[in-house]
């Protein structure tokens, strides 16, 4: 664990991240407050892609107890930065970015919840590398199945109308333990609100019909892990429980990922 009495390798940056993570927290209140929700059913996860293991730190530094990633190698690259506190319960690591099959075990190795679960095929072999290890019950992998509300070819995620029965069959899966559903909103410069928060509620519905179908696994299955840094107030607004946000904590990433 590093010693956090030690000045920072970045001050400039740990403080302006220390500033805009004050600013992040306190739009996720707001928005919360104007919804009639509890601002602590909305967690924050950190989207660290492209950012170094020092940034991380700093983010970690100032309270933040959930990150998410986007590649498996910077996955595994930053692992040793935070694995201590990983396995000390303080920290959750969510895999955010598509997941090829061929690294099911370094995401086994180093997340605690997969985010982007799309296809039965890629559940049923995590599912059986996690029986293989053991790791079933309280040990079983934490998955969201990740939904593309807008329907953009460029985005990953299944069809909504599929989605039900795709999170039905994951949450029957004993290496798996379903936490809930994931997407990206769409752009809201080129669609409007109403078009970016109808999609937010249309993830709500599929959750909450998974739910109430009240079969096996599913009542685990409460997450809503919508919103970023431009929409995360619209997501809240339709009962996001994790909002993820890279720009507005680290500020403009070098290159778009
Ligand atoms: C980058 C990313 C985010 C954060 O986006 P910002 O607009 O930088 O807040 C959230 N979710 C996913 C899946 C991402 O790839």
């Known amino acids: 664990m590093p010693d956090q009495s030690q000045p920072s390798a970045s001050p400039l940056a740990s403080g302006s991240i220390a500033e ?7 739009r996720i209140a707001a ?15 950190v989207a660290t892609k492209t950012q170094t293991p020092d940034a991380v730190l700093d983010a970690l530094a100032e309270g933040v107890d959930l990150i998410g990633e986007n590649r ?4 595994v690259a930053k692992a040793p930065a935070v694995a201590d506190r990983v396995t000390q319960g303080e920290l959750q690591v969510h895999m955010i970015g598509h997941l090829q099959r061929n690294k099911i075990n370094q995401v086994l190795a180093t997340a605690t919840c997969l985010e982007t679960l799309d296809s039965l095929d890629l559940a049923r072999a995590i599912s059986d590398r996690c029986l293989r290890d053991g790791r079933t019950g309280d040990r079983a ?3 969201m199945v990740q939904v ?8 990953s995620g299944l069809a909504p109308d599929d989605a039900a029965a795709l999170a039905t069959a994951v949450a029957a ?15 809201l410069d080129g669609s409007g609100e109403e078009a970016v928060r109808a999609g937010f509620a249309r993830l709500r519905a599929i959750r909450d019909e998974v739910r109430a179908s009240g079969a096996p696994g599913t009542a685990s299955a409460t997450e809503l892990s919508m919103g970023m840094t431009g929409d995360l107030e619209l997501a809240i607004a339709e ?3 994790i909002v993820r946000v890279g720009t507005a904590v680290f500020g403009p990433r070098p290159t778009p990922v």
Request: glycine share 14%; charged share 25%; proline share 4%.
């Open 20 to 26: 805009r993570l004050a600013v992040v927290r306190g």
């Open 31 to 45: 928005a919360a407050v104007a919804a009639g929700r509890d601002p602590g059913d909305v967690r924050l996860l």
């Open 72 to 75: 498996v190698q910077e996955l």
């Open 141 to 143: 992998l934490e998955v």
């Open 148 to 155: 593309n509300v807008t329907g953009e070819e460029s985005k």
């Open 173 to 187: 899966l004993p290496g798996l333990r379903l936490t809930g559903f994931m997407t990206i909103g769409a752009r």
């Open 239 to 241: 009962g996001a429980t």
